[in-house]
C-alpha cells in the first residue's frame, strides 16, 4: 500500500498527481488509486495534502471496498503531523468497527507502536488476531503481518510466549528467528566495536531484508478471473468463440475454484478472486491493441484488474460471502469441501 523507493529516485508530489489523474480515467479503481497516491503525498512530506485525499475518499463512504483501511490510513498520517487527538478517536473507531480485514488492524497498531503505546499496540494486534484467527486451521497471507507485529510488540513488553507467538514463529521462513529479529536488546549491538556482534547484526539485518523483500514480491494476489453470470452471457454473445474458454457458468464457477485449491497446494500463497466486466474487458483489450475474442488476452486482463487492487482474497475470512456472489457464506457454498475438512 505504501510505496517505499527513497524520495531521491522518485518524485513523489509528481507521482501522486499522476494517480490522481489517472484516478478520474477509472472511477472504478479510485479507492486503490488515490490510496497510493496518499502515500506518495506523505512520503514527499505533504501530509496535510494526503489528509485531504483520505477525506475526499471518506467523504462517499458508501462507495468505498474498505472505509476501515481508508480510516486508519488517515489516522497513522494524523498522527505523524502531530494531531494526536483526532488520530486517537479514529483508531477508537477502527477498533469499535472491528474490521474483517488485517489490514487495517495492523496499521492502527503499528501506529500506536510507533508512538511507544506498546500496551495498546498489543490489546490491538490481540484483538484482531481473535477476531480474524480464532478456529482458523490455516492463517491467510494476509494476516501475518497481524501475527508478527502482535510477536514483535510483546517481544518488547517482555511477555512470555502463548499460542499465537508460536504459530508467528511457525509462518516466519526466514533464517533468523522472530525472537531473534525481535529482541528488544539487539539495537545495542549497533554501538559495539565487537566484531563478532557486528556480524551477527549484519546476518539479522540481512534476514529482516529478505522478509520485505518477500512481502513486496507480492504487490497484488495472484488472481482467477470471475464473471458474474449477466456478464459472462453478455461476453459470450458478443465474442462467441470464447465459449471454448467458459462453456457453461457452472463450469466457470468450479474452474475457478478448483484453480486455486490446486494453487494453494502447490504453496502459492496470496490468492485472490477478481471480477470482470464487459465494458472494462473492451477497454483493456483496445489498450492492448488487441481483439476480446483473443482467449490469452483473460489472464493478462485479470492481472491488470488485481494490480489495480480490486482482487478479493481467497479463501474469504472465516463467516464470510463467497467470492461468486451467490449471497451465501463460503463455506457454505464453494467452500464446503474445505469446511468439510477441517
Known amino acids: 500500500m505504501r510505496p517505499d523507493t527513497p524520495a531521491e529516485n522518485v518524485d513523489h508530489t509528481a507521482e501522486a498527481a499522476r494517480l490522481e489523474r489517472t484516478a478520474g480515467l477509472y472511477p472504478e479503481d479510485a479507492e486503490a488509486l488515490l490510496l497510493r497516491a ?55 473507531g477502527v477498533r469499535a468497527a472491528a474490521p474483517r480485514d488485517p489490514a487495517p488492524w495492523v496499521i492502527v497498531a503499528e501506529s500506536l507502536e510507533a508512538h511507544d503505546e506498546l ?27 497481524l501475527l508478527f507485529g502482535r510477536h514483535r510488540v510483546r517481544r518488547m513488553l517482555g511477555l512470555p510466549h502463548d499460542d499465537w507467538d508460536t504459530l508467528a514463529d511457525t509462518l516466519h521462513s526466514m533464517p533468523v528467528s522472530l525472537d531473534e ?7 545495542w549491538s549497533l554501538g559495539s566495536s565487537n566484531p563478532a556482534e557486528l556480524e551477527a547484526e549484519i546476518s539479522r ?5 529478505g522478509a520485505y523483500r518477500e512481502a513486496l514480491s507480492r504487490p497484488f494476489p495472484v488472481a482467477m478471473l470471475h464473471w458474474p453470470a449477466a456478464e459472462l452471457t453478455e461476453l459470450l454473445q458478443a ?27 502447490s504453496g502459492t500463497r496470496n490468492l485472490g478472486v477478481v471480477q470482470g466486466t464487459v465494458p472494462s474487458y473492451e477497454a483493456f483489450a483496445a489498450s492492448e491493441s488487441t481483439s476480446p475474442s483473443d482467449a490469452s488476452l483473460l489472464p493478462q486482463y485479470a492481472t491488470t484488474l488485481a494490480a489495480r487492487g480490486r482482487a478479493v482474497a481467497w ?3 472465516r463467516g464470510a460471502g463467497c ?12 467452500g464446503v469441501k474445505t469446511a468439510s475438512a477441517r
Request: overall charge negative; proline content about 8%; aromatic content about 8%.
Open 323 to 334: 467470492w461468486c456472489g451467490s449471497g451465501l457464506v463460503y463455506g457454505e457454498c464453494h
Open 119 to 145: 500496551e495498546a499496540a498489543q490489546e490491538t494486534f490481540t484483538e484482531g488476531a481473535r477476531l480474524l484467527l480464532t478456529d482458523v486451521a490455516e492463517p491467510p497471507y494476509a494476516t501475518h503481518p
Open 205 to 209: 539485518l540481512r534476514a529482516e531484508l
Open 38 to 92: 496518499a502515500a506518495h503525498l506523505e512520503l514527499a512530506g505533504d501530509r496535510p495534502a494526503a489528509t485531504t485525499l483520505y477525506d475526499r475518499l471518506l467523504s462517499a463512504p458508501g462507495t468505498l471496498e474498505n472505509p476501515a483501511l481508508v480510516r486508519a490510513l488517515k489516522a497513522s498520517n494524523l498522527w505523524e503531523y502531530d494531531h494526536e487527538a483526532e488520530a486517537r478517536a479514529i483508531i477508537d
Open 181 to 187: 529479529l525481535h529482541d528488544p536488546k539487539r539495537v
Open 315 to 317: 479463501p474469504p475470512e
Open 239 to 265: 465474442y462467441p468463440t470464447l465459449t471454448a474458454e467458459y462453456p457453461s457458468y457452472e463450469t466457470h464457477l468450479a474452474a475457478i475454484e478448483s484453480a486455486l485449491r490446486e494453487l494453494a497446494a
